[in-house]
């Protein structure tokens, strides 16, 4: 509580305190936190985690923390994600925001540093922060600055069926984007869709133009471009090229444009009924696959997005993004005592054993027990460079701009420099 | 009528001071005050509602559609006409007022005309009429969002149902990719459109017919008049007003089209169904942009505004005389 007599919560609560008859502070919602007379710190966890089975096993944690900790009481604040959004975008607006919050670090968690609201844990977290996983620590890292510390972390790659790969005499997965490509042809000759795409919901067909963009131009050149607000570094351009030779092919299933992502007759759907070979997707895919199709078992496999020949990123560098609390600007150590407990590995094997998460402490793998998990663990363990989903680096206006003009690249409507344009266009003005 | 149970000061029990010579002149200018204060008493809660939750928001939008504003705080940076020139360039809003006037035509020219065809059979002396009326309701009465769901499964390409009842009648070469192809998207959409909203229109001829007297008909008959003849010289022109408020309410209902476009396509693919209040959606809650959809709501409003009152104006004006445009009622 060493910021408590710089705070004005505390200071109105030290005036209660002195008797100044202010009992009725307490019960305005927004300025019930702080610490009270009795010497107990109340602090305000807002998250989003409003689906089981995260939501018992998150407030079982909180008590277990308030038992370790009787002077702290926790309370939970849980909002829908897309309320949680628009939520946090007026709490910013007013200048107010919780003592814990749920972030996804990158574009967002910049704005809210810059305007000032978010307490800089570098110095106060290194001792135990240091040895949690790198790359998911990477989203809430601003000028070598810690801002927030992960509890999820998860990436995009290719899941593939094995029978069908089998079937169509491709006994290794691609590394490189000719050799991809190959598949795709060796496939399409055995009469097998090679890819199931959701061309309706557009945000999985960004997936194959940033990944294409951080191996052709590089994770720098991505930075520089949502930087300057320049999007037309020719690595780009070729980025969508490439992608334009894939489409070139007619990988993707009959009336993908049309087709979402989880419904009955979606990408998931046909790549867990085995109607088609790969898809493009997050860790959470086989979850999916096996929820609005059948799911493939022990058919499925995961490999890294290709490397392009020539390109200047590498196949170890991984497109993804995960969770993770950042602080308010002077939050009480209590708070910060929390996020060490939560990013403790008994915390996090709980976790990645009852929640569905990939783990963030090196000791909490253990908690594994499914291959494709494994590997999709090995792939973040070993990453040599990090891109956060283009949706949360960018700009709401850009980032769906990317995905409106990437799907207007795979409809045919759109060559790969107007992709650029547009991408540049959308920055400026927004 | 109220007044002969409100105090007033010639009957002396009302709370003013009495006045020692009743004054009739005065007395009814308060009466009529009194009245006048009853009924704004009665209108202001509907009105605070109405100025607080209508009027209020949509100035509000005309006036956020001057800045680039993304919708938290309040709008500071005036950008003057730049929303509505960019709209005007944007292909995808060009396109949008495109495909309303596609809709508004395609409705006029086969969902109407269908659906009085549908009413003028079901007026005749047929078994079972209440059920099939009854029938072609049902689709108006499922909510849009229902809808969408229920034909996105029916047009999904192959595993649809549309596929296997055209693959089980040896049609199967026509069916296609239906919402997900870019030519056939509009013509797939506005087959739904038509099962939904022609039971409506259906209804409304129904009800049109129904007030058509039998005598009319009859004297026709004995005319020597044809059925082609009846239904163009009497059935028609008795219906003619009824056919107006059913054109008017399908072209405002075409201009505002949202729930079912988002529902099943989301205004793709690539654009090629998207409808103005789709785009308004997208740049609104999408990209948070809401100076620039303001500026959407109001072309839409506008457009809207100006077809309401050139339609009233022009077309309404018989059925509408003594109702709102003549009080007196003189002008019959």
């Not at chain 2, 997900?180 to 039971?199: C, E, N, R």
């Not at chain 2, 075409?254 to 169904?273: A, C, K, Y």
């Amino acid at each position: 509580m060493g910021d408590r007599a710089l705070s004005r919560r505390g200071f109105l609560a030290a005036s209660a305190a002195a008797g100044l008859g202010m009992t009725a502070l307490s019960g305005c919602g927004g300025d019930s936190n702080g610490s009270s007379a009795d010497g107990t710190t109340t602090i305000e966890w807002w998250n989003i985690s409003t689906t089981e089975p995260t939501k018992t096993v998150w407030a079982g944690l909180a008590k277990k923390f308030e038992a370790q900790n009787p002077k702290v009481k926790l309370k939970i604040v849980q909002l829908e994600n897309d309320a949680y959004k628009s939520k946090m975008t007026a709490l910013t607006a007013s200048g107010k925001l919780p003592d814990i919050f749920h972030t996804w670090g990158g574009g967002v968690l910049r704005q809210q540093i810059d305007a000032g609201l978010v307490e800089d844990l570098t110095d106060r977290t290194k001792p135990w922060a240091d040895g949690l996983l790198s790359v998911a620590k990477q989203p809430y890292i601003f000028d070598k600055k810690v801002y927030g510390i992960p509890f999820d972390i998860g990436m995009i790659g290719f899941w593939y069926n094995k029978a069908l790969f089998r079937q169509a005499g491709i006994s290794t997965p691609p590394t490189t984007w000719s050799g991809f490509l190959d598949a795709v042809k060796k496939l399409k000759a055995k009469n097998i869709t090679p890819i199931a795409l959701a061309g309706k919901e557009k945000w999985p067909e960004m997936y194959y133009w940033a990944y294409l963009a951080m191996r052709t131009a590089g994770i720098a050149a991505l930075q520089k471009a949502s930087d300057d607000k320049d999007f037309s570094d020719p690595g780009l351009v070729q980025a969508g090229q490439h992608l334009q030779d894939l489409v070139k092919l007619q990988p993707f299933q009959k009336g993908f444009l049309g087709a979402s992502y989880s419904t009955p007759t979606g990408q998931a759907a046909t790549m867990g009924n085995g109607k088609a070979a790969m898809e493009l997707m997050g860790q959470w895919a086989p979850v999916v696959e096996a929820d609005s199709g059948k799911g493939l078992g022990s058919n499925l496999g995961f490999f890294p997005f290709p490397a392009v020949e020539g390109g200047k990123g590498a196949i170890t560098e991984v497109f993804g993004g995960g969770g993770g609390h950042a602080l308010r600007k002077g939050a009480p150590q209590a708070a910060v005592d929390f996020l060490k407990f939560f990013a403790s590995e008994a915390t996090d094997l709980e976790l990645v054993r009852k929640t569905n998460t990939l783990p963030i402490v090196p000791g909490a793998e253990k908690g594994l027990s499914d291959p494709n998990t494994e590997a999709v663990q090995a792939q973040l363990k070993g990453a040599t460079g990090f891109q956060l989903y283009l949706d949360q680096a960018y700009a709401p206006a850009v980032g769906q701009e990317v995905n409106d003009s990437v799907s207007a690249l795979i409809a045919g409507s759109k060559s790969p420099e107007q992709v650029t344009q547009s991408i540049t266009k959308a920055a400026k003005e927004a | 009528m109220t007044s002969t149970f409100l105090p007033d000061e010639r009957t002396g029990t009302g709370l003013a001071p009495t006045s020692p010579v009743a004054r009739p002149g005065r007395g009814r200018a308060r009466r009529r005050l009194v009245n006048w204060l009853t009924a704004v008493g009665f209108q202001v809660p509907a009105l605070v509602l109405f100025i607080g939750l209508v009027l209020l928001p949509m100035l509000f939008a005309l006036y956020a559609a001057f800045f680039r504003w993304g919708g938290f705080g309040m709008p500071s940076d005036y950008i003057g006409t730049d929303n509505f020139t960019q709209l005007f360039k944007d292909d995808v809003f060009l396109g949008d007022l495109w495909r309303c006037l596609l809709l508004v035509g395609l409705s006029l020219v086969l969902q109407l005309p269908f659906a009085l065809a549908m009413a003028v059979a079901l007026n005749q002396r047929l078994r079972g009429r209440a059920v099939y009326r009854m029938l072609f309701f049902a689709p108006y009465v499922l909510s849009e969002a229902i809808t969408g769901v229920l034909f996105s499964m029916v047009f999904a390409p192959d595993d649809g149902l549309a596929d296997h009842v055209l693959g089980a009648v040896g049609l199967g070469g026509i069916g296609g990719e239906w919402f997900a192809d870019p030519s056939y998207v509009m013509a797939t959409l506005f087959l739904v459109m038509t099962w939904k909203y022609f039971g409506f229109h259906m209804m409304l001829y129904l009800a049109g017919l129904q007030s058509i007297p039998a005598e009319l008909t009859e004297a026709a008959l004995i005319d020597g008049a044809g059925p082609w003849q009846r239904f163009r010289n009497v059935t028609l022109p008795l219906l003619a007003p009824t056919l107006r408020i059913s054109v008017f309410l399908s072209v405002i209902g075409s201009i505002q089209l949202f729930d079912l476009v988002w529902v099943i396509t989301q205004g793709g693919p690539d654009h090629h169904s998207e409808t103005m209040a789709v785009t308004m959606f997208q740049y609104g809650f999408k990209r948070y942009q809401v100076g620039y959809a303001s500026a959407i709501s109001v072309v839409m409003f506008g457009i809207c505004l100006v077809f309401a009152l050139a339609y009233q104006r022009f077309v309404l004006r018989r059925d509408l005389e003594g109702a709102t445009t003549n009080m007196r009622g003189d002008g019959a």
